[in-house]
């Protein structure tokens, strides 16, 4: 398993502001992911974070809109620009480890945007 | 294509009455499946998983779930429920695909009332 922390637990949040999520792991891992689970709905994929590299963003989501930084294999960063109050949700990020296949979620980020 | 379709958005049971969640998914490759649990205002709990082996799973909490590969289905299963099951349950995939992420289900609330 992983033990994964995320700061700020939760935030509220202006406007047009923007605001960066850490993601902290306890050891070296493979792959980091960030998701987003708005009000009442599911998990959906933001992004991979990958280590060196820029992130690969799924469909919906762009660089602009959340860039991602993963220095190295313990340590990502997601931030969320230019807030609307459609980007209040929870943000999560999650981790594997090779030969991975499954997957260890951090307790969120509460984000309410004003 | 490959997805994840949670067939019930909400199902309402009486306390001891058994309970079905149906999961299905759509992949050209091999699949690793997982059920999670998110109380009200909580984070996710890893419920059950399959990997590979017995087809029949069991997890915490009393639940278990049965892959069927021939019907591309994870459906997860409780013989008695209690009030305290009342929660969001989420299936998710990973796609057996070298650097893919789980993807989830829109999720299913299941409600038990006395």
């Known amino acids: 398993s992983a033990v994964i922390s995320q700061k700020p637990s939760r935030d509220i949040c202006q406007r047009g502001t923007s605001l960066t999520i850490q993601c902290q792991v306890d050891s070296q891992v493979t792959m980091m992911f960030w998701y987003r689970q708005q009000p009442g709905q599911s998990l959906t994929l933001i992004a991979t974070a990958n280590q060196g590299s820029e992130a690969t963003y799924e469909s919906g989501f762009v660089i602009d809109k959340f860039p991602i930084s993963r220095p190295n294999l313990t340590f990502s960063t997601l931030t969320v620009s230019n807030m609307s109050p459609e980007d209040s949700s929870i943000y999560l990020c999650?981790?594997?480890?090779?030969?991975?296949?499954?997957?260890?979620f951090g307790p969120g980020t509460r984000l309410t945007v004003l | 294509a490959q997805s994840v379709t949670q067939l019930d958005s909400q199902v309402p049971v009486f306390e001891e009455a058994p309970v079905e969640l149906r999961c299905n998914y759509s992949?050209?490759?091999?699949?690793?499946l997982f059920w999670y649990v998110q109380y009200p205002n909580q984070g996710l709990q890893l419920l059950l998983k399959y990997l590979s082996g017995s087809t029949l799973v069991k997890g915490i909490n009393g639940f278990e779930a049965e892959f069927n590969k021939s019907q591309t289905s994870f459906h997860l299963r409780k013989p008695s429920v209690h009030i305290s099951d009342t929660a969001e349950y989420f299936c998710?995939?990973?796609?057996?695909?070298?650097?893919?992420?789980?993807?989830f289900g829109k999720g299913t609330t299941l409600s038990v009332s006395s």
């Open positions: 999650s981790v594997g480890r090779d030969p991975y296949n499954e997957q260890f």
């Open positions: 992949s050209s490759v091999s699949v690793y």
């Open positions: 998710a995939v990973r796609f057996n695909q070298a650097g893919t992420a789980l993807i």
